[in-house]
């Protein structure tokens, strides 16, 4: 059972290694559900990481209904990943009528390889999920990222399961969202997969003594910039504990 850990720094990365993670998921922003990280970001984890590394590419938050610019942004930051050699990439790009926008994630496949691509959970916001899963197979994606059309992956198990069965070995079906050591088990055993994505999140605080808290640097959020999310070795440990 292959644990794949979706963080946002090089330090939540090292620490998802420590754990006992098989892969990393690295991304930027996931506040806003991941971004594509930075090139220092990613050639750093390449450095002190020995598991594989895929890379988020993904040039904003909200929908993914792309514009020209933003495809050519991820063309080069494939480019980017790729020469940074990194083992994999993960996309994801949807028409207005949402289904998979073929000819972008076409482009971007052809442009990554030889490494793995994943489509991301741009996935469950398709208005089929089987046909899109087809679609998936024939571009010749590795994996999807899923969970389930549901907010949880736990909630979306049923189509998770159905989606492997569907799959029949074609392509991976990754489930992701709200998986923790006291669900994992439960759900593997539910859908039959072979590798789960989770956070294996912990709150940390600033140690800045000095805060000025009446001046946001950015959109109100919480945890604000003295509290964040970061992947700890004990959170990751205990999922794959779980797991096996």
Do not use: K
Request: hydrophobic residues 45%; proline residues 3%; aromatic residues 4%.
């Amino acid at each position: 059972m292959l644990v794949e850990a979706c963080v946002d720094s090089v330090e939540s990365a090292v620490a998802a290694e420590m754990g006992g993670a098989g892969r990393i998921e690295l991304c930027d922003n996931l506040v806003e559900g991941g971004t594509t990280p930075s090139i220092g970001a990613t050639t750093l984890a390449r450095d002190c990481l020995a598991i594989p590394i895929h890379v988020m590419i993904r040039p904003r938050g909200g929908d993914f209904l792309y514009s020209t610019r933003e495809v050519e942004t991820m063309l080069r930051d494939v480019v980017a990943a790729r020469e940074a050699g990194v083992a994999g990439i993960v996309i994801g790009a949807l028409r207005a009528d949402g289904t998979v926008d073929e000819a972008t994630t076409r482009q971007l496949v052809e442009r990554a390889r030889p490494m793995a691509v994943t489509f991301h959970r741009a996935f469950d916001l398709t208005r089929d999920a089987f046909a899109a899963l087809e679609t998936l197979i024939g571009l010749g994606v590795e994996r999807v990222l899923t969970s389930g059309q549901e907010a949880t992956a736990p909630e979306g198990q049923e189509l998770i399961a159905e989606l492997v069965y569907r799959a029949a070995g074609r392509i991976g079906v990754l489930p992701g969202a709200g998986i923790r050591d006291d669900n994992a088990a439960a759900l593997i055993a539910a859908t039959g997969v072979s590798e789960i994505h989770v956070r294996g999140a912990a709150t940390v605080e600033s140690e800045m003594t000095w805060r000025r808290r009446e001046i946001p640097m950015g959109r109100v959020y919480d945890p604000d910039e003295y509290h964040w999310e970061v992947t700890t070795a004990a959170a990751i440990a205990s999922i794959v504990e779980a797991v096996r």
